[in-house]
């Protein structure tokens, strides 16, 4: 019980830590005078517009893949293992990995150049880091809700016209929507968190690069209030997502 | 408009070897203990199962050939397959469920959705209409999943135990909606079951399965004239012992069945299967000295209406089924349990 506590205290202490700041300025106006800067507010777009852009990424790529991921067919395991490989590797490794495929001198990004394309150190460098990094969650939890539907209901649409696409559209995602939704939920909060992978492969350019936890590291250096006024926006958005996720997924047991 | 079908397929290392013929308006039942391969034949026919060998048509299409290569899947199939527990959409309602496979194929939605209505009056079912299928009775489900196969007018119907999951009581209405959606899809129908009552109530034809092959096929009369194994004997309501025989050179032989032995007449020596019309066996209460040569002794394991009277099946060794009169039953006082003996003459065991 005392190291649950000890736990516990960790997690309690760092985030009254961050509550009780108190801002030079000290006025109680500081948070909303805080978001005014153009620091913070460039910082708040470049997040928003790069993690919706990935959430549809997610969505829209990783729907199809957790639907043939949650069928039976060879090498199913292997394929799964390999999608799931980006939430354990070290998002550095990961943002490393996206420039030397597609930075200036990369594998691919040395074609790309040529074609006159220049992925690295923009706002699409962002979203697919961001993408690389929070579509594991979306399509494994994707997957688990598709494997909870009968399998007999999927035979069933066959023996009734249906092709594999009119089945998924209408038996095996409508029940999972509820599913679908928290783990898409969970896989924007992990997109806004992202830092190490977007400032490896897309660095930090306020205004076309510099995320949300990018301005928090970079601003911190030496302009703690800022920094603050942000980690306070990301912690809402986080306790948010995490308490929504949770009320879709009871709602999934139900 | 017909199915035609002969193949052998292989699922989780089990081996099945299957054939059937149906015509258009004609039910066939598939009988055989659970476990002897009929879901198995079912989704191969179905097409939710791809067969190793063999071929299936319908009508003028191959659905499966393998020297053709040939191979349809089951949304490509003008099929419908009515599962044990129905299987219905749980989130749509239950007539969204019935117009599933009519929107699938592409039918306008005005006119799926009156073939649906129709569909439900069949089974009685347009006052659960609107209800989400997830809260339809059990009863209300299989009447709904027969209007969803009714509601495509398939070539093939296919109906997998589909009174198996109900409880006695309401095993009459919905067997009743079977009989209709049965007329109206006028298919060539597969009938899936274990039980015998159930295939014989639907089914002229009958193709009995056992251990992933077919036995046995034909109507109830051949089948109770010189049934295959035992099992068939059962389910055709008759006596069905397999064993050694040994002439006694009086005219009639010694027949080892389970250990017992038992008269029949004629010299024979080795293998036979005779059979027994359970009308030629007499049940009493107590051993009597009688001209009949084999006495059985056991208690009453089941009994069941057969044919205006009362089939009666003792649990003795080797088994014995005796057609009795209510009239017998009731002076015998026989129920479930009662210890009987059964006797027969030996001229009564007809050697196959």
């Known amino acids: 019980m005392v190291f649950a506590g000890l736990l516990l205290a960790l997690v309690a202490v760092a985030l009254v830590g961050l509550l009780a700041h108190r801002p030079a300025s000290a006025t109680p106006w500081w948070f909303f005078a805080e978001l005014q800067r153009a620091v913070v507010r460039q910082a708040l777009v470049v997040s928003l517009e790069s993690t919706l852009v990935s959430a549809i990424v997610i969505l829209v790529c990783g729907t199809p893949l957790a639907l043939l991921l949650s069928r039976r067919f060879p090498g199913r395991e292997l394929l799964e293992t390999f999608v799931s490989l980006p939430v354990v590797l070290p998002p550095v490794v990961a943002g490393l990995a996206l420039l030397l495929a597609f930075g200036r001198n990369g594998l691919l990004g040395h074609a790309l150049a040529i074609a006159g394309i220049h992925i690295s150190f923009t706002l699409i460098a962002v979203i697919m880091a961001q993408t690389l990094v929070a579509a594991p969650l979306y399509v494994i939890a994707a997957t688990n809700a598709f494997q909870r539907i009968d399998p ?9 016209r249906a092709s594999f696409t009119y089945t998924a559209w209408r038996v095996i995602i409508p029940p999972a929507l509820p599913a679908l939704g928290a783990a898409l939920a969970l896989a924007w909060a992990r997109a806004l968190g992202e830092f190490g992978a977007t400032i490896t492969f897309a660095g930090n350019l306020p205004g076309v690069t510099q995320t949300m936890p990018i301005a928090v ?36 047991t139900e | 408009m017909s199915l035609a079908a002969d193949f052998s397929a292989r699922r989780d290392g089990f081996a099945l070897n299957f054939a059937i013929d149906v015509e258009a308006g004609e039910t066939v039942a598939v009988v055989g203990q659970s476990g002897a391969g009929k879901t198995t034949a079912l989704y191969c026919l179905a097409g939710l199962l791809r067969p190793d060998r063999g071929r299936i048509c319908c009508d003028d299409h191959t659905w499966f050939d393998d020297s053709s290569r040939a191979y349809v899947p089951a949304h490509r199939r003008d099929v419908a397959l009515v599962f044990a527990r129905g299987a219905l959409f749980g989130h749509m309602s239950a007539h969204a469920n019935v117009e599933f496979g009519l929107r699938a194929s592409g039918v306008a939605p005005s006119y799926a959705a009156a073939r649906a209505r129709v569909a439900l009056d069949v089974v009685d ?44 009581r309401l095993r009459p209405l919905v067997r009743d909606a079977l009989r209709r959606a049965i007329a109206a899809a006028g298919a060539a129908t597969v009938l899936v079951t274990h039980d015998p009552a159930e295939a014989l109530l639907f089914a002229r034809r009958f193709v009995v399965v056992e251990e992933g092959r077919v036995v046995q096929s034909g109507d109830i009369a051949a089948l109770r004239d010189r049934p295959a194994t035992p099992y068939v004997a059962s389910f055709a309501g008759t006596n069905l012992y397999r064993g050694q025989a040994r002439s006694l050179g009086d005219g009639s032989s010694d027949l080892q069945v389970d250990g017992v032995t038992l008269v029949v007449q004629g010299e024979h020596e080795g293998e036979i299967s005779v059979v027994l019309d359970p009308d030629a066996v007499t049940l009493s209460a107590t051993t009597q000295t009688t001209s009949a040569r084999n006495v059985l002794h056991g208690p009453v394991e089941s009994i069941v209406h057969d044919r205006g009277a009362f089939r009666v099946t003792l649990g003795s060794t080797p088994p014995i089924a005796a057609r009795v009169t209510a009239h017998s039953l ?23």
Do not use: C
């Open chain 1, 152 to 160: 007999e209901l999927v035979d069933a649409a066959a023996t009734l």
């Open chain 1, 217 to 252: 590291y970079i601003e911190g250096q030496d302009d703690l209030d800022a920094a603050v006024a942000i980690s306070l926006i990301l912690l809402l958005v986080s306790f948010v997502v995490l308490a929504g996720a949770r009320m879709m997924q009871s709602r999934v």
């Open chain 2, 125 to 168: 079912g347009a006052h659960v209409a609107a209800r989400p299928a997830s809260m339809l009775s059990s009863g209300e489900v299989q009447r709904v999943a027969l209007a969803r196969a009714v509601a495509l007018a398939p070539a093939l119907l296919l109906l997998d135990e589909p009174l198996s999951a109900l409880d006695i």
């Open chain 2, 330 to 352: 009731a002076a015998l006082e026989i129920a479930q349990g009662t210890s009987l003996y059964a006797t027969f003459k030996a001229m009564e065991a007809r050697v196959l």
